[in-house]
Every structure is written in structure tokens, then in C-alpha cells.
């Protein structure tokens, strides 16, 4: 493959509740669900890049995702499942699907999140990987993503294979997409098809009307466990069926199948070969038991909120809360990520420097489990929950959140801030900031600065020194006039917005001084 498989569409958050039924509820005859278990998983066009990852293609995801829990959770599960997230803004809550079940049975589907809203622009890095994609799966669940104007003048122009799943509720597929791929029930909304027809009949007329309509090279309608028919253009259609009939675990199938077509597209199959392997891997899915097992475990849990003092800023609602708030009156949103275990001078000077580039800070804060992956079984010294209220005690912090993995991409790929500020030495060969998130900035079209870094401020120096002579540790001379004064903002938006500092320039105060605040030679970890 020349490129990544690109994925565009909308994400849901699904949920699968699992649960025993032992008795009704007294004041009405519906069964009670004792819940045992729960799971979280992409939905949408967030499984079908799961899939496509999951056979090891290099993918990228091109979806909206909103400022809520719900967002947070899905760009960590994505990050978990090895997919690339160029995000779009999203207003408004991320749409969920919740489905009740009990002895592999679904009792009830419960879909939340409002409304449809309109995505973002997509940013530049979008419209170059669609570009430069070696196939594009757009997966359409009619919430406006396959919509945007710009997205869809890229999908035009595109040389990749496209292969188009299309929603009822969703727009027309760009002209000289290769495939289409509706199921039954789909094609007979998006075509009128004369009543009174076999079920061949009906799918080959719906799918010879929509390619001709969409001027599509072909249209494959998926009929559940008899496979597939494909309409080219040729008089006659070709019937491609299951290897197998199986009973199961349906949801999810029609995902498989777009994928595994768009994935043999991009390795220069035939569309007949395309659909052929599709059906395959569809029957083989729905028969092993559906996306139950299909999927790995989930991922972590979100680390859990922090109460007490302090704790009103920390969070994912808290950093939501306060990111909306910011873009809302079109100001700059600014994050920082770390350890910062044992809080120190150089760690409030990376902070305050951080804060007077934009509206709003944001810290990403590595968890317990994050620190002690990276430092070793020894760390953190200060647990989480008191990092995060040492940190959101600071003025110039306007919210804290904790996140699981190892580096802050999947929780970067959320917030979509601005300016992301690292603290040290980062510079590369040619004198330009080589930080690891930089390229992550870019999906969205934000930037990455370091500030100067403050000498003697070690953590790692800290807690050894610490330990070796078990008495107070100094940390260095008083701090200079060099360093920022402290932030007087009250947390939440300040009124105006800063312009984010290009890679090369040296970071700005909002008043248009330059930013001299040092941090700690270790960076903020």
C-alpha cells in the first residue's frame, strides 16, 4: 500500500450492557436487567477503522468528536486500537448507542446525544491524507460527516479507491466512488424499487438504480447470511454467496464487510475479488460470535474523578466544560501534559509560561499507572489524585485530566488544543522543536512550543537526592524576575484570543512580550 486507509464518517460511542432478567418491575410488566458487566467500544465509522487496523493496515480515522466524556473515551479506544484521529469539531454530545442485553440477546436499544449537529473544517493534514490515501472507506451514519463540503471535494479528487457505505439519512455518494455498499433494507429506502418482485430481483434493480444515480462504478447490497449481489456494469448481476449460513451477533457485519472490501481495494484486487473476500469475513465474524469477540478487551476505564478540594476542576467534564466555553467566545485553547510528581518551581514556571499563550490551560496528567510505566515501579512518589488537586489548586490551571496511556496523544486528539507547551530542551538538528506531539498538533492544524527550562529542577534529582540523605532537599536558587509572575486570571475564558505561535517562533505572552518563563530540565514529567 502507498498510503494509509482512510476512514471518514461519523463515531458513535456504543455500549453493551450485559445482565440477568430473574423478575418484572412491580409497577409495570417489563423485565428488570440486573447489570454484571458493561463494555465500551467505537461505533460507526470508529469500528470499521478498528477492523481495518485490526488486519494490520496503517489507518487513519477522519470523524467529529465532541467536548464530553463520551469524545474522551472514544479517542482513547481508537489510540488503543492503532488508530491515527484527525478530528473534526463537533457542538454539541457525542451520539451513543446503548443496547441491553441478556443470554447474548438484545432487550432494549437506548441511543442518546441529541440531534445531528454540523461538523467542523477539516484541517489541512486532513485533505493531504485523503490525498495520498492508498483506499478511502467512507462510512456514512448519517450525522453529517460525509456532508462537509470540503471532505467531500477531497473524496472527488482523490486517485484511491472509494468504497461508500451509505445511511438513508445521509447525502449521495460522490461520483465514481468504485463500490457501494448498502444492505436490504438500506437500498430499498435510497431507491423505489416496484413491489411484487423476488428478493433478487428487488436488490438488483435498488442496486443498478443507485449506481447509475451516484454514478458509481458498482453497488454490492448485502442480503445478511445468503452473501452478497453485486451490480457492475454489466446486464448481469453476480451473486456472491456465504461460504457458511450462521445465526448470531449481526451488528457490526456491514462494517466488516466495507472494511475488508476497502482494505483488498487498496491492495490492487478487482472489485468482484473485493466483494468476494468481503462476504467471507463477514460470515466468518458474524459466526464467531459478532463483536463480542471480535474486539479485544477494552481498554482501561477513564480514571476516576477526583473529589475534594479542588476537584471541581479535575476531570474530563471539567476540561470540556472549560475547552467550550473557550472556543465558544473564540478564544485559544492552551494544554500541557506530565507527571509532575513532586510539584516543584520549575514545574509552575512551565505553567504559568503555558497559561499566558491562550484563554485557557488545560494539564494532561499522567495517571498512576501511566508514571509508573514510564519512571519504573518506584513512581509516582504523589498519587494521582492529589497531583491532580496540588495542580488545580494553581491559578494559573483552569482544569486538570488524567489520562491512562503512555504518551497524551489519545487525550490530545480530544481536546484539540491550540498550543501544546512542553517545557525543556526539544530543539532538533536544524534549531526547529522537535516535540513527539507536534505531528499530532498538526491533524487539526494546532501548534507545539517549548518554553526555556529552569536548571537544578529535576524531579528524578529531587527524589534521589531525597533518598540518599533523607533530609530536606533544596531545590535550587529563589527564582528570578525572569520568571512569569503568577497568574491573577480567574479560571475559564479571558476575553479576546491569542494567535498561536507558529513551530519555529519564539512563544509570545498574549500581551505580545516574549514568554520567558523557564520550566524544569526534565521537561514537566
Known sequence: MRGPVVVVGDTLLDRDVEGVVNRLCPDSPVPVLDETAH???????????????????????????????????????????????????????????????????????????????????????????????????????????????????????????????????????????????????????????????????????????????????????????????????????????????????TCGAGDRFAATAGLALARGALVSEAVQEAVAEASAYVAGGGVATALPRPVRPLPPAVSGPGGERVGVAAAAGVVSAVRASGGTVVATGGCFDLLHAGHVATLQAARQLGDCLVVCLNSDASVTGLKGADRPVIPQGDRARLLAALSCVDAVMIFDEATPHAALSWLRPDVWVKGGDYAGDGGEPALPEAEVLRRWGGNAVVVPYLDGRSTTGLIAAARSTGTAVAVGPPLTDTVPPACTQPPGPAPGGASAPSGGERPRARSGRPVAGPSTAEGTR
Open 39 to 249: 463494555v465500551d467500544r467505537p461505533g460507526g465509522a470508529g469500528l470499521a477503522a478498528v477492523f481495518a487496523a485490526a488486519q494490520g493496515a496503517e489507518v487513519v480515522l477522519v470523524t467529529a468528536l465532541a467536548d464530553d466524556a463520551g469524545g474522551a473515551r472514544l479517542a482513547s479506544l481508537l489510540a488503543d486500537a492503532g488508530v491515527q484521529v484527525y478530528p473534526l469539531g463537533l457542538r454539541g454530545g457525542t451520539p451513543e448507542k446503548v443496547r441491553l442485553r441478556a443470554r447474548g440477546r438484545v432487550l432494549l436499544r437506548h441511543d442518546r446525544g441529541g440531534a445531528a449537529a454540523t461538523p467542523g473544517e477539516p484541517s489541512e493534514a486532513v485533505l493531504r491524507v485523503i490525498a495520498r490515501a492508498s483506499a478511502v472507506l467512507v462510512s456514512d451514519y448519517g450525522r453529517g460527516v460525509a456532508r462537509q463540503p470540503a471532505l467531500r471535494a477531497a473524496l472527488a479528487a482523490t486517485r484511491a479507491p472509494v468504497v461508500w457505505d451509505p445511511h438513508p439519512r445521509g447525502p449521495a455518494a460522490v461520483p465514481g466512488v468504485h463500490l457501494v455498499t448498502p444492505n436490504e433494507s438500506e437500498v430499498r429506502e435510497l431507491v423505489t424499487v416496484a413491489p411484487g418482485a423476488t428478493r433478487l430481483a428487488t436488490a438488483a434493480r435498488g442496486a443498478q438504480g443507485l449506481r447509475q444515480r451516484w454514478r458509481a462504478g458498482a453497488v454490492a447490497v448485502t442480503l445478511g447470511g445468503d452473501g452478497a449481489l453485486l451490480c457492475h456494469a454489466g446486464a448481469t448481476p453476480m451473486v456472491v454467496p456465504a461460504p457458511a449460513t450462521a445465526e448470531g451477533d
